[in-house]
């Protein structure tokens, strides 16, 4: 089954303490972003990869990494968590993007979400 | 900048009735628009895609019109059903690397 894969579900961890959220997506797709969702202020994207080793930063990338060494996976990294990183993120991806004709049209395939809380 | 709105307000219809969701858009033209549907803690997942030189788009008993002039997108879902219920949003992108989402609109259906 084609799927976007996030671990864990569920997160509670204290300030400062390093954590990683792992993707993973299954359809070969070259383009993975990260996204973090809050009441009242909707879809952020963080971070996001348009192939292996390219990554760039979003709309909120402070206070997080990512890396990109396999097409697959996507994780995202918080080296020092703070109270205002707890949040729903989601990981996605899709076929493709680019400035080639018909590329601005590919839907995104979302991971399950993983709920984060930091104290 | 771009921006695309929604109506935040919820939006609460009897079952059976067609409920009617509103996208708008201001300093851009978008080529395609997106919706998608997301139930509560879980991620949204793609509904329909519109192209600005398609006046209308359907599947199921969905339904999305695009109108350039007015720059809006409208979402039908025709014999609403309680398993409608969700938060649906639309999203295009602004570039290569970047798909916008609105804010998203929660609509529930009562029996």
């Known amino acids: 089954e084609a799927q976007v894969t996030q671990n864990p579900r569920y997160l509670i961890t204290v300030t400062g303490k390093k954590l990683t959220v792992t993707c993973s997506q299954n359809m070969n797709h070259e383009y993975m972003s990260w996204y973090r969702q809050d009441p009242g202020l909707g879809l952020r994207q963080i971070y996001y990869s348009m192939n292996v080793e390219v990554t760039d930063k979003g709309d909120v990338p402070e206070g997080y990494k990512v890396s990109r060494k396999e097409k697959r996976n996507f994780p995202l990294i918080l080296e020092s968590p703070s109270p205002n990183q707890t949040s729903l993120y989601f990981c996605a991806s899709s076929l493709r993007t680019g400035s080639a004709l018909g590329s601005y049209n590919s839907p995104l395939h979302f991971g399950n979400g993983t709920r984060l809380t930091v104290t | 900048s771009q921006k695309i709105e929604q109506n935040s307000e919820a939006l609460n219809i009897q079952e059976g009735k067609t409920a009617t969701l509103t996208c708008n858009y201001t300093?851009?033209?978008?080529?395609?628009l997106q919706w998608y549907r997301q139930d509560p803690g879980r991620g949204p997942v793609f509904l329909l895609l519109?192209?600005?030189?398609?006046k209308e788009k359907r599947k199921e008993r969905l339904k999305v019109t695009f109108d350039t002039t007015l720059k809006q997108s409208l979402f039908h879902i025709t014999a609403s059903q309680p398993a409608d219920s969700a938060t649906y949003l639309c999203?295009?992108?602004?570039?290569?690397?970047?798909?916008?989402f609105g804010s998203g609109t929660r609509l529930s259906i009562r029996p």
């Open positions: 999203a295009h992108y602004s570039s290569a690397s970047k798909i916008i």
């Open positions: 300093n851009y033209s978008p080529a395609y």
């Open positions: 519109i192209r600005e030189n398609e």
